[in-house]
């Protein structure tokens, strides 16, 4: 699995994905034999390391930015690059900034990215390739035939992911209606739901790559991870173990940053995740809260639902209650009342089926 992009790196990628004018005249470069160096942003910090070139401030376009691919300076453009600053610039950046590059060209495009944080194009003849720097990352941008390539195969994964996630879905809800939860049947649904958004992140890579050629990878994406960080929300507050500085949100927050490694260990997610009091035992019941249950009843408010689990505190209790108990419930009514119990129940017993069908 590919290390997850940053927000600016896919912001980068985005101005300079197919069907965009920067990348038009990126090609432009390219397919001419020429070399570039493009810096996206026109800001204070960027002029302070510019030295030499000349004030343009033209509006941009791909046969503007080919032309002045001749010359040997940097091509200075407007955050949005839709305005070409400044041409033929010798950039200066911080010569004690790192650097894993070799050529001049991607050197001085690291640093400057390493040194300002803005969005830095290397375009390189010789190698016939274009790099984007962003801060620390890197990315070389491939040929649209490779890249859907990459994409359809993470898409064929997604699916494989998605239907094991499917599975350990409803046997969770088999065991929850029976109450014979284990910590273990629980951190099995996480791990799955959390992989499974960690691939769609990566397509989404992809999908931002592609541009205007990944409409299609985009429905597919869409179908295959449906609700699934719903479901990943729902399960995490029906059985974390809630503390006065252990939230929902610090616990969501963990499981996005566990490793992989850290994710392929059962006790790890479970640690993190703090299922329970003490250390964690694989084998240890749980009992649902009963929120997951509860969201699956068509036009049922969240603020009921809250008042129901307030109420009743746990699934188990409120299945057994009956349709007065859930008419007590601030909120609810009778006739929601009853409409509930009748969910619960057509719930109960497709989860019961599906899983021993």
Same mark, same amino acid.
């Given at each position: 699995?590919?290390?997850?992009?940053?927000?600016?790196?896919?912001?980068?990628?985005?101005?300079?994905?197919?069907?965009?004018? &920067?990348?038009?005249?990126?090609?432009?470069?390219?397919?001419?034999?020429?070399?570039?160096?493009?810096?996206?942003?026109?800001? +204070?910090?960027?002029?302070?390391?510019?030295?030499?070139?000349?004030?343009?401030?033209?509006?941009?376009?791909?046969?503007?930015?080919?032309?002045?691919?001749?010359?040997?300076?940097?091509?200075?453009?407007?955050?949005?690059?839709?305005?070409?600053?400044?041409?033929? #610039?010798?950039?200066?950046?911080?010569?004690?900034? +790192?650097?894993?590059?070799?050529?001049?060209?991607?050197?001085?495009?690291?640093?400057?990215?390493?040194?300002?944080?803005?969005?830095?194009?290397?375009?390189?003849?010789?190698?016939?390739?274009?790099? #984007?720097?962003?801060?620390?990352?890197?990315?070389?941008?491939?040929?649209?035939?490779?890249?859907?390539?990459?994409?359809?195969?993470?898409?064929?994964?997604?699916?494989?992911?998605?239907?094991?996630?499917?599975?350990?879905?409803?046997?969770?809800?088999?065991?929850?209606?029976?109450?014979?939860?284990?910590?273990?049947?629980?951190?099995?649904?996480?791990?799955?739901?959390?992989?499974?958004?960690?691939?769609?992140?990566?397509?989404?890579?992809?999908?931002?790559?592609?541009?205007?050629?990944?409409?299609?990878? @985009?429905?597919?994406?869409?179908?295959?991870?449906?609700?699934?960080? $719903?479901?990943?929300?729902?399960?995490? @507050? $029906?059985?974390?173990?809630?503390?006065?500085?252990?939230?929902?949100?610090?616990?969501?927050?963990?499981?996005?940053?566990?490793?992989?490694?850290?994710?392929?260990?059962?006790?790890?997610?479970?640690?993190?995740?703090?299922?329970?009091?003490?250390?964690?035992?694989?084998?240890?019941?749980?009992?649902?809260?009963?929120?997951? &249950?509860?969201?699956?009843?068509?036009?049922?408010?969240?603020?009921?639902?809250?008042?129901?689990?307030?109420?009743?505190?746990?699934?188990?209790?409120?299945?057994?209650?009956?349709?007065?108990?859930? $008419?007590?419930?601030?909120?609810?009514?009778?006739?929601?009342?009853?409409?509930?119990?009748?969910? &619960?129940?057509?719930?109960?017993?497709?989860?019961?089926?599906?899983?021993?069908?």
């Amino acid at each position: 699995m590919n290390p997850r992009r940053s927000a600016a790196m896919l912001d980068a990628l985005a101005q300079v994905a197919p069907g965009q004018p &920067l990348r038009d005249g990126v090609d432009r470069v390219l397919q001419a034999g020429m070399g570039a160096l493009i810096v996206v942003g026109d800001g +204070p910090e960027v002029l302070n390391i510019c030295s030499g070139g000349f004030l343009l401030d033209a509006a941009y376009s791909p046969q503007r930015l080919s032309e002045l691919g001749k010359m040997d300076g940097a091509t200075i453009l407007a955050a949005d690059a839709s305005r070409i600053a400044r041409a033929n #610039v010798h950039l200066v950046p911080n010569p004690n900034v +790192p650097t894993s590059e070799t050529g001049t060209r991607h050197r001085t495009a690291e640093r400057v990215a390493r040194s300002i944080r803005v969005p830095v194009i290397s375009v390189s003849q010789r190698m016939n390739v274009i790099s #984007v720097y962003v801060g620390e990352e890197k990315h070389q941008i491939e040929s649209v035939p490779r890249v859907v390539n990459r994409a359809n195969q993470a898409v064929q994964t997604l699916e494989r992911y998605r239907r094991r996630l499917d599975e350990v879905t409803v046997a969770l809800s088999a065991l929850e209606i029976e109450d014979l939860v284990t910590v273990r049947d629980v951190v099995s649904v996480l791990q799955r739901t959390e992989m499974v958004a960690r691939i769609a992140a990566e397509i989404e890579g992809y999908i931002v790559e592609l541009g205007e050629d990944g409409r299609l990878v @985009r429905l597919q994406l869409e179908e295959l991870l449906g609700d699934v960080a $719903d479901e990943r929300r729902l399960v995490v @507050r $029906d059985y974390f173990h809630e503390e006065s500085s252990w939230h929902l949100s610090e616990a969501l927050n963990a499981l996005d940053q566990l490793s992989t490694d850290d994710l392929l260990e059962l006790r790890r997610v479970a640690a993190t995740l703090h299922l329970g009091p003490g250390a964690p035992d694989l084998d240890a019941s749980l009992s649902p809260r009963g929120y997951r &249950l509860l969201s699956r009843i068509p036009r049922l408010p969240d603020a009921v639902v809250e008042s129901i689990v307030e109420r009743f505190g746990s699934l188990p209790k409120i299945l057994r209650a009956t349709t007065e108990d859930l $008419d007590d419930v601030g909120g609810v009514g009778q006739t929601r009342a009853r409409a509930i119990k009748d969910g &619960l129940s057509r719930l109960t017993e497709a989860s019961i089926l599906d899983h021993y069908s």
